[in-house]
């Protein structure tokens, strides 16, 4: 009981978050929570490019004239009635619409496992799993990679998945135990701006260091809601609590903004 009430205690200390303010490129600010930090990174794109890199990411009217509307994946996800905060991290110009992936795209993931400790692939699948569930979006383990390059990806990487230090990235430093966050971009000629891919890196250190399976996941799934489109809340009840320690999995608010994400048209 002792260690479990230390964990919660060294938990309360370090689930907050950095944040980097509007790209491109964002300014960096530093945060007094000295927790968790996300990273949002607008693209630029030409027509061409658009069409034949990744052909949804054009005006939904192209679609339909051409008669290639995409169909969701998965079902949308019903919004819980239950009470919670929830927030995000980016919205589409002048509405409150949230940027968020395409429900008619898969999206996948690899895994590096350099650092990563042995329970990472269960910590990963759960989390997959717990954030399929809440939005409707359909993730893909697609398998290991050797990338770090979490700061300068492509429109085709796949979500990247890493544990690291300080001494790697700087922004682990103190207790600041995870990074999340997506890419997105903005439709030549108009329309939705979505996400294509992100990252989510976690401190090895600290998960050396953490005991609790309850609470390692936590920090994951809390990086997943931030990969998918979540901000912080003030609500203490919530997993995307800034400062954390409160929950330890998703809480009404959070599965209503999740749910909220992955209902989106798709492109």
Same mark, same amino acid.
């Given at each position: 009981m002792?260690?479990?009430?230390?964990?919660?205690?060294?938990?309360?200390?370090?689930?907050?978050? =950095?944040?980097?303010? #509007?790209?491109?490129? #964002?300014?960096?600010?530093? @945060? @007094?929570?000295?927790?968790?930090? @996300?990273? %949002?990174?607008?693209?630029a794109v030409t027509t061409s490019a658009v069409f034949a890199i990744q052909p949804q990411i054009f005006p939904?009217?192209?679609?339909e004239l051409l008669g290639t509307t995409p169909e969701r994946l998965l079902p949308a996800r019903s919004i819980p @009635?239950? #009470?919670g905060d929830y927030s995000f991290i980016a919205t589409q110009p002048d509405s409150d619409e949230p940027v968020a992936y395409d429900p008619c795209e898969v999206i996948e993931v690899a895994v590096n496992p350099e650092g990563a400790p042995g329970d990472h692939e269960s910590?990963? /699948?759960? /989390?997959?799993?717990? &954030?399929?569930? /809440? &939005?409707?979006?359909?993730?893909?383990? %697609?398998? &290991? &990679?050797?990338?770090? /390059?979490?700061s300068a990806m492509s429109m085709g990487d796949p979500v990247l998945v890493l544990w690291s230090d300080e001494g790697e990235v700087a922004d682990l430093g103190g207790s600041i135990a995870g990074l999340g966050g997506s890419y997105r971009v903005a439709p030549f000629g108009g329309g939705r701006e979505r996400y294509v891919t992100g990252f989510v890196v976690l401190d090895r250190e600290d998960f050396e260091d953490i005991r609790s399976d309850e609470i390692r996941q936590a920090i994951v799934d809390h990086e997943?809601? $931030?990969? %998918?489109?979540?901000? $912080? %809340?003030t609500d203490t009840r919530q997993l995307m609590y800034a400062r954390g320690g409160h929950a330890t999995e998703y809480g009404d608010g959070d599965l209503s903004g999740l749910?909220?994400? =992955?209902?989106? #048209?798709?492109?």
């Open positions: 002792e260690r479990r009430l230390r964990e919660l205690d060294w938990l309360d200390q370090t689930y907050g978050m =950095g944040s980097y303010g #509007p790209p491109p490129p #964002p300014p960096r600010r530093g @945060s @007094s929570l000295r927790g968790f930090i @996300s990273l %949002v990174v607008v693209a939904d009217q192209i679609h @009635s239950g #009470p910590l990963v /699948a759960r /989390a997959l799993a717990n &954030t399929s569930e /809440a &939005t409707g979006l359909q993730f893909e383990l %697609v398998g &290991t &990679t050797d990338d770090r /390059a979490f997943f809601g $931030h990969l %998918v489109g979540l901000g $912080h %809340v749910a909220v994400l =992955g209902s989106v #048209p798709c492109r």
